[in-house]
């Protein structure tokens, strides 16, 4: 039977709770290398502090202002597990009830695709440091003349990467720093969730389909995701086509009219979709329509699909996934209130020769 899945998660909790880990035989970029040396920085210091992770922080969402708006929406009215057991299923408390989302929201610096190609791979590998930095640190600037950051802010108990150029770019730095310095804050990435269900079970071959923003399409960061993630676990044959999501109509038809179009005609194992803006249920209708042999759908498209054909949403495994973490760690607040969130604006610190940046209260910003 064709399907959409929503995982229970087990694999994916076990990925997120150990520690995160240095890729031999990759190195890292001079700021990690920098604040990891000297355990006498102020960096290094709040980062080591960081060994227990209080409950009181804030849940980050990095990236571009359209990413961390769309995963933070889904994330506040999130309601698909029953708190008291963490089961499955709608109790009408929000999941993440008395939790704060922070949202560190970057227009000076996104596309990143453009970053990367203007200031080269390390400015953007630099900048995502520079993001967990800031989320950890308990204070922020005021304004753009507040140089030295004299506001108060909740730090981080947990950082979402928003973006997939950030995992692609990033992450093994962030995670690199953070075992260097002792830091245990995990740090989450959607895509890297959704190619580890995908790609972490028995099935060693696999044909993808994956939908994304247009914004990433012509970049080829999925691709190169997605062999990495292959390479890495010694999978031979995988490979995936990538396609935009549409600006109306079906989703899933319009997926499978761009891998017709494209010459390909093998079915397809999984559809992965990393578009926070689709809606599951519409989806999950078009894929029942493809499944009624009655129906002209499936005519067209029944040969698409594989017997087991399957559908993952990055939103409902990244929320899935962050819940479980949160409560194996006790991590949750236990605050009687309603999920609530806060925006933050990133600025470029006045004269810096890096990728250094201001950040403010986003109802401090004038634009």
């Known amino acids: 039977m064709r399907r959409i899945i929503v995982p229970v998660l087990p694999l994916l909790l076990a990925l997120l709770s150990c ?107 630099e900048l995502a440091v520079r993001y967990a930095v800031s989320a950890l640190s308990p204070k922020c600037s005021v304004s753009i003349y507040d140089l030295d950051g004299n506001h108060a802010k909740n730090p981080a108990k947990l950082i979402i990467l928003a973006d997939p ?21 995990p740090v989450v990435s959607p895509q890297k969730l959704l190619l580890d269900a995908a790609l972490g079970g028995d099935r060693k071959c696999f044909n993808c389909g994956i939908l994304c923003d247009s914004l990433y399409l012509s970049g080829g960061v999925y691709p190169a995701l997605f062999a990495s993630e292959a390479r890495s676990r010694d999978i031979v044959g995988a490979r995936c086509f990538t396609a935009a999501t549409p600006a109306s109509g079906g989703v899933l038809g319009s997926f499978l009219d761009a891998y017709l179009e494209a010459g390909n005609s093998e079915p397809l194992d999984v559809l992965l979709i990393d578009d926070w803006s689709v809606n599951p249920e ?25 017997g087991d054909f399957a559908v993952l949403n990055s939103s409902a495994i990244t929320m899935s996934a962050c819940y479980n973490l949160l409560r194996e760690r006790s991590l949750f607040t236990h605050r009687i209130a ?24 986003a109802e401090n910003v004038q634009d």
């Not at 949202?103 to 970053?115: A, G, I, M, W």
């Not at 493809?290 to 005519?299: A, G, K, Q, T, V």
């Open 165 to 185: 150029w950030l995992l692609d770019k990033g992450k093994f730095d962030i995670d690199t720093l953070f075992t260097l310095t002792g830091c245990k804050v």
């Open 19 to 125: 520690e995160p880990g240095v890729q031999s035989g990759r190195d890292t970029i001079s700021l990690v290398k920098a604040i990891a040396s000297d355990t006498g920085a102020p960096e290094h210091s709040m980062l080591a502090s960081f060994h227990k992770v209080p409950a009181s922080g804030d849940i980050y969402i990095v990236g571009a202002p359209g990413s961390c708006d769309l995963i933070c929406r889904d994330f506040v009215s999130c309601d698909v597990h029953e708190n008291a057991r963490g089961r499955e299923w709608s109790d009408g408390l929000k999941d993440f009830a008395g939790e704060t989302f922070a949202c560190v929201r970057d227009s000076e610096n996104t596309p990143y695709s453009s970053l990367a190609s203007q200031k080269g791979e390390d400015a953007l590998r």
């Open 282 to 306: 519409s989806v999950q209708a078009e894929l029942n329509a493809i499944n009624d042999f009655s129906r002209e759908e499936y005519l067209r498209y029944g040969k698409l699909l594989a």
């Open 338 to 361: 309603q999920p609530d969130s806060v925006n933050y604006a990133v600025k470029p610190y006045p004269n810096a020769s890096d990728m250094q940046f201001l950040l403010i209260p």
